[in-house]
């Protein structure tokens, strides 16, 4: 009982953050029933992914204070001063089949609400990215997330 009142209130206090940003930098957003923020930046022209779906996007994902932690687009490495030509896979759009639990869940969410070619902010609140564990030394525990991402391609 204990933890899911920390839950709730960590829900709570995410959702203020996420609106005082879109307030303070005079955006708006969309948000899904889980509390996933969004906002569509360019409309694609192909269909939305279905679950399974292998999807490759392009992403940047950054703090609420506009550090970046990690990206696909070389441009954007080379600029955040985190560029590395042995990074596994390199500068490449990343691949997973959406939907099956292969990337936080903020994203296997935003995805499906996107068309091929779709470009879109994610804003994912903590219970949809790495949670209390955080991730690594970049992403601290109960961390709200933005992602810049590109949906490339679906098969």
Same mark, same amino acid.
């Given at each position: /009982?204990?933890?899911? $009142? #920390? +839950?709730?209130?960590?829900?709570?206090?995410?959702?203020?953050?996420? &609106?005082?940003?879109?307030?303070?930098?005079?955006?708006?957003?969309?948000?899904?029933?889980?509390?996933?923020?969004?906002?569509?930046?360019?409309?694609?022209?192909?269909?939305?992914?279905?679950?399974?779906?292998?999807?490759?996007?392009?992403?940047?994902?950054?703090?609420?204070?506009?550090?970046?932690?990690?990206?696909?687009? /070389?441009?954007?490495? $080379? #600029? +955040?001063?985190?560029?590395?030509?042995?990074?596994?896979?390199?500068? &490449?759009?990343?691949?997973?089949?959406?939907?099956?639990?292969?990337?936080?869940?903020?994203?296997?969410?935003?995805?499906?609400?996107?068309?091929?070619?779709?470009?879109?902010?994610?804003?994912?609140?903590?219970?949809?990215?790495?949670?209390?564990?955080?991730?690594?030394?970049?992403?601290?525990?109960?961390?709200?997330?933005?992602?810049?991402?590109?949906?490339?391609?679906?098969?």
């Amino acid at each position: /009982e204990k933890r899911m $009142k #920390e +839950a709730e209130a960590q829900i709570d206090k995410d959702r203020e953050l996420i &609106t005082t940003y879109l307030s303070e930098n005079s955006l708006e957003a969309d948000s899904t029933a889980t509390g996933l923020f969004y906002m569509i930046t360019e409309r694609g022209e192909g269909p939305k992914p279905e679950v399974g779906d292998t999807v490759m996007v392009k992403y940047t994902g950054r703090l609420l204070d506009g550090t970046v932690f990690d990206t696909s687009v /070389e441009s954007v490495a $080379k #600029e +955040a001063g985190m560029y590395n030509e042995n990074r596994p896979g390199g500068y &490449t759009p990343l691949e997973f089949p959406v939907g099956r639990r292969q990337v936080i869940k903020g994203w296997d969410e935003g995805l499906l609400l996107l068309n091929k070619g779709a470009k879109a902010t994610f804003i994912i609140p903590s219970n949809l990215a790495y949670g209390q564990r955080g991730q690594g030394r970049a992403i601290g525990p109960n961390e709200v997330l933005l992602f810049e991402v590109e949906l490339v391609d679906i098969k």
